[in-house]
């Protein structure tokens, strides 16, 4: 019963009617099951500026065809211009690469807004990663006040054989005294201007790092974790700018979901290389597969993007806590859970109250239309309203997020939505739809301008039977707001 619960979640959250209509800022483009290119509303346009195998360039003049799976994109202004600027973009890669360096990576370059149109100016250049041992599956990250790059290592082996085996990585020798293997899993520094790493920041614990915001005090910093379980992390510098000393700690929902607290987890050397079980351990809360976080004022929103099915046995004989939303609707037998849909979370910073925002599920109104998996999330803010623009990553259909026939094609689609914050209690009516994707791929990396005017936004492993440019990663720009 608790599965059809989960199951129907979003179809009864629609009849709800006592709340304000979401403003509309675009006409919403509609569900196209057949789509080989990017659709967006009438009145936009889309440049591509950056596609796998673009010639790059290293810091020791090597030119080299770009890596793939481009993921978060960075604006970095220049002279606080919004249409002046670098991008940084994250590869999410486990490759071996002689010429850029094995696993993930990163690109740079600057780009200009002119007569109405984006233009890269000068070189790509390839981020030079060999200072920390490469790296491995950048996925998200964040600008820090300094103008430095916190980027994600969401995935990392589990031995010195499983580099070579399962990724083709050849060079397994230690770094720095350790095992190779252990050099993955970390948030790393980095310098964009330079295109070089800083450092691995080792005291913000080893996992699956998803995504990373810094706030504007300049000392603290969110992450979420892309596991099973995810532990929401917080991280407290002693000194303004200097991610690389000070305190990390869990988050722990009260048992009414009403407040929190945060709790210090140990900083020495084996709990941090271990810090989810280590957390999991001091009773804190424990999510499915959380994605990316994002601060609107006073609030962080985190994209939550379930699984099918997920045992937490261990971790509650362990001491781990379910989120109390995920006891209420995901829960089926024992300690199994069911979600196949995902969610966006709230948590209050002035309170610690964690609460569910929106959750997936399919659309009252249309059956066509399944809000599945949100992953890749930003905000703007136009009109003086706030929005979240949050991407989807259905994983080949896996939450049932499109037709039978599309299905049954083995074909994944993705969507972009727009959802207005000044509605209380949102409901699957109040996305409006603003892309859909190339076959295959998934909506990432979004970053706006400081304007609002312009939206990136990675392309990331479409299908390579699409025509070009979408048969492979890109970023592209998007105007016309």
Same mark, same amino acid.
């Given at each position: 019963?608790?599965?059809?619960?989960?199951?129907?979640?979003?179809?009864?959250?629609?009849?709800?009617?006592?709340?304000?209509?979401?403003?509309?800022?675009?006409?919403?483009?509609?569900?196209?099951?057949?789509?080989?290119?990017?659709?967006?509303?009438?009145?936009?346009?889309?440049?591509?500026?950056?596609?796998?195998?673009?010639?790059?360039?290293?810091?020791?003049?090597?030119?080299?065809?770009?890596?793939?799976?481009?993921?978060?994109?960075?604006?970095?202004?220049?002279?606080?211009?919004?249409?002046?600027?670098?991008?940084?973009?994250?590869?999410?890669?486990?490759?071996?690469?002689?010429?850029?360096?094995?696993?993930?990576?990163?690109?740079?370059?600057?780009?200009?807004?002119?007569?109405?149109?984006?233009?890269?100016?000068?070189?790509?250049?390839?981020?030079?990663?060999?200072?920390?041992?490469?790296?491995?599956?950048?996925?998200?990250?964040?600008?820090?006040?300094?103008?430095?790059?916190?980027?994600?290592?969401?995935?990392?082996?589990?031995?010195?054989?499983?580099?070579?085996?399962?990724?083709?990585?050849?060079?397994?020798?230690?770094?720095?005294?350790?095992?190779?293997?252990?050099?993955?899993?970390?948030?790393?520094?980095?310098?964009?201007?330079?295109?070089?790493?800083?450092?691995?920041?080792?005291?913000?614990?080893?996992?699956?790092?998803?995504?990373?915001?810094?706030?504007?005090?300049?000392?603290?910093?969110?992450?979420?974790?892309?596991?099973?379980?995810?532990?929401?992390?917080?991280?407290?510098?002693?000194?303004?700018?200097?991610?690389?000393?000070?305190?990390?700690?869990?988050?722990?929902?009260?048992?009414?979901?009403?407040?929190?607290?945060?709790? @210090? *987890?140990?900083?020495?050397?084996?709990? #941090?290389?271990?810090?989810?079980?280590?957390? &999991?351990? !001091? $009773?804190? =809360? +424990? %999510?499915?597969?959380?994605?990316?976080?994002?601060?609107?004022?006073?609030?962080?929103?985190?994209?939550?993007?379930?699984?099918?099915?997920?045992?937490?046995?261990?971790?509650?004989?362990?001491?781990?806590?379910?989120?109390?939303?995920?006891?209420?609707?995901?829960?089926?037998?024992?300690?199994?859970?069911?979600?196949?849909?995902?969610?966006?979370? @709230? *948590?209050?910073?002035?309170?610690?109250? #964690?609460?569910?925002?929106?959750?997936?599920? &399919?659309? !009252? $109104?249309? =059956? +066509? %239309?399944?809000?599945?998996?949100?992953?890749?999330?930003?905000?703007?803010?136009?009109?003086?309203?706030?929005?979240?623009?949050?991407?989807?990553?259905?994983?080949?259909?896996?939450?049932?997020?499109?037709?039978?026939?599309?299905?049954?094609?083995?074909?994944?689609?993705?969507?972009?939505?727009?959802?207005?914050?000044?509605?209380?209690?949102?409901?699957?009516?109040?996305?409006?739809?603003?892309?859909?994707?190339?076959?295959?791929?998934?909506?990432?990396?979004?970053?706006?301008?400081?304007?609002?005017?312009?939206?990136?936004?990675?392309?990331?492993?479409?299908?390579?039977?699409?025509?070009?440019?979408?048969?492979?990663?890109?970023?592209?720009?998007?105007?016309?707001?």
């Amino acid at each position: 019963m608790k599965n059809l619960f989960c199951l129907s979640l979003g179809l009864a959250l629609a009849s709800c009617n006592t709340r304000p209509t979401s403003s509309t800022l675009f006409k919403p483009v509609a569900i196209n099951y057949n789509n080989r290119t990017v659709l967006i509303p009438d009145g936009f346009k889309y440049k591509v500026l950056f596609s796998e195998g673009d010639t790059v360039v290293t810091n020791s003049g090597i030119h080299a065809p770009a890596k793939g799976s481009h993921d978060m994109v960075i604006y970095i202004p220049i002279d606080s211009s919004s249409e002046h600027g670098y991008l940084y973009v994250n590869h999410e890669e486990h490759k071996p690469n002689a010429l850029l360096g094995d696993g993930g990576g990163g690109t740079v370059f600057e780009v200009k807004r002119e007569q109405n149109e984006w233009k890269v100016i000068g070189d790509f250049h390839s981020v030079d990663f060999s200072k920390v041992g490469q790296t491995f599956r950048n996925c998200g990250g964040t600008l820090t006040p300094n103008g430095t790059i916190l980027t994600t290592e969401e995935e990392f082996p589990l031995s010195n054989t499983e580099i070579n085996s399962n990724f083709g990585i050849t060079d397994t020798s230690d770094f720095e005294g350790e095992k190779k293997f252990l050099n993955y899993g970390w948030m790393i520094e980095v310098d964009p201007i330079k295109h070089q790493v800083i450092r691995k920041m080792k005291n913000l614990g080893r996992y699956r790092h998803e995504d990373a915001q810094c706030m504007p005090d300049g000392k603290t910093l969110y992450m979420t974790a892309d596991n099973k379980p995810a532990i929401i992390f917080k991280f407290v510098a002693k000194e303004k700018g200097n991610y690389n000393d000070g305190q990390l700690y869990a988050y722990q929902q009260t048992d009414d979901a009403q407040s929190g607290s945060w709790i @210090e *987890l140990a900083m020495q050397k084996d709990s #941090l290389l271990n810090i989810i079980d280590v957390a &999991v351990r !001091k $009773k804190a =809360s +424990m %999510f499915i597969s959380n994605e990316w976080i994002e601060a609107v004022d006073d609030k962080l929103y985190i994209t939550e993007s379930g699984t099918n099915e997920f045992d937490f046995n261990n971790e509650i004989a362990m001491g781990g806590k379910p989120a109390k939303h995920l006891n209420e609707l995901c829960r089926t037998t024992g300690n199994n859970y069911r979600d196949p849909f995902g969610r966006i979370l @709230e *948590l209050d910073l002035k309170t610690n109250k #964690l609460r569910v925002l929106l959750n997936g599920g &399919v659309s !009252k $109104k249309d =059956s +066509m %239309f399944c809000f599945s998996s949100p992953d890749a999330m930003t905000s703007v803010t136009m009109g003086g309203k706030h929005y979240l623009v949050i991407s989807e990553d259905t994983h080949g259909n896996k939450n049932g997020s499109a037709s039978a026939a599309v299905v049954a094609r083995n074909e994944t689609y993705n969507e972009v939505f727009f959802l207005d914050l000044s509605i209380q209690n949102p409901t699957l009516e109040d996305l409006q739809r603003f892309m859909m994707a190339p076959e295959g791929c998934e909506t990432t990396g979004n970053m706006f301008t400081p304007d609002g005017k312009t939206y990136f936004v990675s392309i990331q492993h479409p299908s390579a039977t699409n025509p070009a440019p979408f048969n492979k990663s890109s970023v592209i720009a998007i105007t016309g707001f």
